[in-house]
């Protein structure tokens, strides 16, 4: 396809996809016009029969917890990639950080950096573990407080280095954590399949809507979110950065000579 | 919001790019917040602001560091 046709290919498509658009968000209720009846179903129903003053973490956690369970699966699969990915190759050597051009100037992290860094770190787990266990109530929940929780750990490689933030979050951990909260968040399902007749039904107790303790197995199941989540981020986060540790072999790689 | 979704797109730098993105992240949590979605307001400012500019910003570390590599073996070290 020479350069002209294929500008002449998305010319055509580019139009018929700009028709399409307007002609799709002309047709779109207006702003706080909503339409459809299972938001304001749910609205309804959900901290009656849940005790579940967050509804988006009600859909997320109860009333579609299979369709959560599929994406917690992706980001697993996602992580899986990476670990396979950036495996070390047969002709891959780690090698300890070595100054590649010696002359140069290091520049230091800052001490700003250093403290306000360091300063940062109790607070987001704090934050990350309340965004965790309050999800049923206020805005968050699993997803949400994992990745905070995973961004401290970055605080720590930025105020220190890399070795100290391997110290605080090993591999072994960060994959345990993945591993149990993947696992975690199946077996909350198997148990609305065992204690009830339904996989993911809320078997257990609802409690006061509002309460920490309310809302049944949900804050479980954002429990469980939560560790699987934290644990992929810092596995990927620490997994990219040791990759810039890791040397090509002279063997193959993209020094190959072309056909 | 579209002044800053242009911007990421007119930055060619990758590196500068990637700050830029993720200001366009924070500032599409801001309107998702704004909008009363604070549930996806926070995931989009932890992902869109934070994780995402990081692994482009690794990734840019690696390539650097694999060409300072090439460079090296061409002088012949």
């Not at chain 1, 989540?229 to 993209?254: D, I």
Request: net charge negative; hydrophobic share 50%; aromatic share 8%.
């Amino acid at each position: 396809m020479t350069p002209k046709v294929r500008r002449y290919v998305f010319l055509v498509a580019g139009a018929g996809l700009f028709i399409y658009l307007i002609w799709g968000f002309s047709g779109l209720p207006d702003f706080g016009h909503y339409v459809g009846p299972y938001g304001d179903v749910l609205n309804k129903i959900a901290v009656p029969e849940r005790s579940n003053t967050d509804i988006v973490t009600a859909v997320n956690f109860d009333y579609r917890a299979i369709d959560t369970l599929g994406e917690e699966f992706i980001l697993f699969a996602a992580v899986v990639g990476v670990a396979s990915l950036l495996r070390t190759l047969h002709d891959e050597s780690s090698r300890d950080p070595h100054d590649d051009a010696p002359g140069r100037r290091v520049p230091e992290t800052s001490l700003a950096i250093r403290v306000a860094g360091l300063g940062l770190v109790a607070p987001t787990v704090l934050v990350g573990i309340y965004v965790v266990l309050h999800g049923h109530q206020t805005p968050g929940g699993g997803f949400q407080g994992g990745v905070i929780l995973a961004t401290a750990l970055l605080l720590t490689y930025l105020s220190a280095d890399y070795m100290t933030m391997r110290r605080v979050g090993p591999t072994e951990l960060i994959e345990a954590a993945e591993g149990a909260g993947a696992v975690g968040f199946v077996l909350i399902g198997l148990a609305g399949l065992i204690f009830g007749t339904t996989f993911f039904e809320n078997v257990l107790g609802k409690g006061t809507p509002g309460q920490l303790d309310s809302a049944g197995l949900i804050p479980f199941s954002n429990v469980a979110v939560g560790l699987a989540v934290t644990g992929g981020f810092a596995f990927m986060l620490s997994e990219f950065l040791l990759q810039t540790l890791v040397r090509r072999g002279t063997s193959g790689g993209r020094k190959r000579e072309g056909p | 919001m579209a002044a800053v979704a242009t911007a990421v797109a007119l930055t060619r730098d990758p590196l500068r790019q990637a700050m830029v993105a993720s200001l366009y992240g924070l500032v599409l949590g801001v309107l998702f917040f704004a909008f009363e979605a604070p549930d996806v307001a926070l995931s989009q400012t932890a992902v869109g602001a934070v994780a995402l500019p990081l692994m482009v910003l690794l990734a840019l570390a690696k390539v650097k560091a694999m060409e300072t590599e090439d460079e090296a073996e061409e002088r012949g070290e």
